[in-house]
């Protein structure tokens, strides 16, 4: 197995930085904005972006956790049952715009499944996705991500390992080839 360093933790926090900063121009203050992580993995995304959101706006921004399990088209096809994860959503997203976060955009097939679970917790005015790696050339779906941390081109043989420790000290985003 082959491991290809993508982000290490200082590119990762650079990349985190201008996300934000993209976020802020696009969103202002949040007053109208919610946040929602995906899970597993974009939660601690989600968290981590709000937390320098929270520092340069000194505002509150609203985050939940979105678990898209039931919703996925393949639910029923695996082998092994998808175990689920906590949602977590204490407001309505009524009206509100809506920023989805997760780590990895490959197929699209989570995205549509968290579109679908998301539903249940209002009709947002705007949905838009922040993804730190998207896989080009891999899409099943027609989904793309309105704010990225990085590009990178991929084969279905290979697959982006995401490692963020709790101190965020030692992050590693890595290309992993599977044979």
């Known amino acids: 197995m082959q491991k290809k360093l993508i982000l290490d933790s200082d590119l990762l926090t650079i990349t985190l930085d201008r996300l934000c900063q993209e976020l802020i121009e696009n969103h202002g203050d949040f007053a109208q904005t919610v946040l929602l992580g995906l899970q ?11 937390e320098k959101l929270k520092a340069i706006t000194h505002k509150e921004i609203l985050l939940g956790y979105l678990d898209a399990t039931f919703h ?11 175990k ?11 009206e509100k ?11 699209g097939r989570t995205v ?3 579109m679908d679970a998301m539903i249940a917790f209002g009709r947002p005015e705007k949905v838009e996705l922040l993804v730190l790696i998207d896989r080009k050339h891999t899409r099943e779906l027609p989904i793309s991500a309105d704010y990225v941390g990085k ?21 590693k985003i890595w290309l992993i080839n599977k044979d």
Do not use: C, M
């Open 84 to 94: 689920a994860s906590e949602t977590k959503v204490p407001f309505l997203i009524e």
């Open 151 to 171: 590009y990178v081109n991929t084969l279905d043989t290979q697959r982006v390992l995401v490692e963020v420790d709790g101190n965020r000290k030692h992050n």
């Open 72 to 82: 996925r088209d393949d639910f029923r096809r695996r082998e092994i049952p998808a």
């Open 40 to 50: 597993p993995r974009g939660i601690f995304l989600a968290e981590w972006i709000q």
């Open 97 to 107: 715009k809506v920023v989805l976060i997760d780590d990895v955009l490959y197929t």
């Open 112 to 114: 549509r499944a968290a």
